[in-house]
Nanobody, 115 residues
Framework: QGELVESGGGLVQPGGSLRLSCAAS????????MGWYRQAPGKQREMVAT???????DYADSAKGRFTISRDSAKNTVYLQMNSLKPEDTAVYYC?????????WGQGTQVTVSS
């Protein structure tokens, strides 16, 4: 019911792009919000971008203008398009989904930005 599977991480050079995918096991509109979070070594997990069931978007200041969150309801998938990547974007990226009575996390996907 709440399984989330991320994919799309990898190694990319500074200035490059990646698209992360988060496939949910059920209807994504059963969650009132879904989003992407990241955790760099030695740092706390932080919000990157969220999308509500109504379509409202929110971004961390570090993501504004570079990252775009979107969804495909037919595929029950949420995406994070990341452009102009910087070394400081290096982290494990997690998908999160929340519904009444439930808070779900994916297993994470590593993004490494390095030359």
């Amino acid at each position: 019911q709440g399984e989330l599977v991320e994919s799309g991480g990898g190694l990319v050079q500074p200035g490059g792009s990646l698209r992360l995918s988060c496939a949910a096991s059920g209807n994504i509109f059963s969650f009132y919000v879904m989003g992407w979070y990241r955790q760099a070594p030695g740092k706390q997990r932080e919000m990157v971008a969220t999308i509500t069931s109504g379509g409202s978007l929110d971004y961390a200041d570090s993501a504004k203008g570079r990252f775009t969150i979107s969804r495909d309801s037919a595929k029950n998938t949420v995406y994070l398009q990341m452009n102009s990547l910087k070394p400081e974007d290096t982290a494990v990226y997690y998908c999160r989904a929340r519904r009444i009575g439930g808070n779900y996390w994916g297993q994470g996907t590593q993004v490494t930005v390095s030359s």
